[in-house]
């Protein structure tokens, strides 16, 4: 490809092409890696995965829309398709939300131990570190929102409480993970 070819597409474009391959990339090594494991939290990032690949594609396409001019039957060009495709993906995480929640109340009455859980949080880890540099601020908002979760889960298990404050204290950590990421995105120098 030219350079001139090159700056022939959008950004927008070549973002959702690097997105796709990556999502394909993710989905082969989470796969091996829920296989080797039986991990359901790998599971459902490998469902992550699969749906940020479908999410990536349906981007894919709305950008190169977006991207065209305007013609005869879109006088002011095709815009919209890039805010339809950002509502496809809000569909597609809420199923997947509702998909992992299923599998995870189903899993709490399973007395299965996870298998090859190092390889699991490794691959997690890993990927978790990917582009810290710039996003520093989400990465240790998500290891807050674990934190949350490992520490106060288990002095809610040691102290027998309810189920129900157990769903809290996860409420009130995905509270802080939205929050701190928000807030951390918003004052990020993003520039060069």
Not at 9 to 14: D, E
Request: aromatic share 8%; proline share 3%; hydrophobic share 55%.
């Amino acid at each position: 490809m030219t350079e001139d070819q090159r700056r022939a597409i959008p950004f927008a474009v070549r973002a959702a092409i690097a997105s796709v391959a990556m999502a394909i990339f993710l989905i082969v090594l989470k796969s091996y890696a829920a296989w080797s494991t039986g991990s359901i939290a790998m599971l459902g990032s490998l469902a992550d995965s699969g749906l940020d690949l479908l999410a990536s594609a349906v981007t894919l396409y709305g950008v190169r829309l977006a991207a065209q001019p305007a013609d005869h039957d879109h006088r002011f060009g095709h815009g919209k398709a890039e805010a339809l495709a950002a509502l496809f993906q809000v569909m597609l995480i809420t199923a997947s939300a509702a998909g992992i929640a299923w599998r995870a109340i189903v899993a709490l009455g399973s007395s299965e131990p996870t298998q090859g859980a190092e390889f699991g949080i490794g691959v997690s880890l890993y990927f978790s570190s990917q582009g810290a540099a710039r996003v520093g601020g989400p990465v240790l908002a998500s290891t807050a929102r674990l934190l949350i979760v490992a520490i106060g889960g288990g002095s809610l298990m040691m102290a027998q409480a309810p189920a129900w404050t157990l769903f809290a204290l996860v409420g009130g950590a995905m509270a802080v993970f939205g929050l701190s990421t928000a807030g951390s995105v918003a004052f990020a120098r993003w520039g060069k």
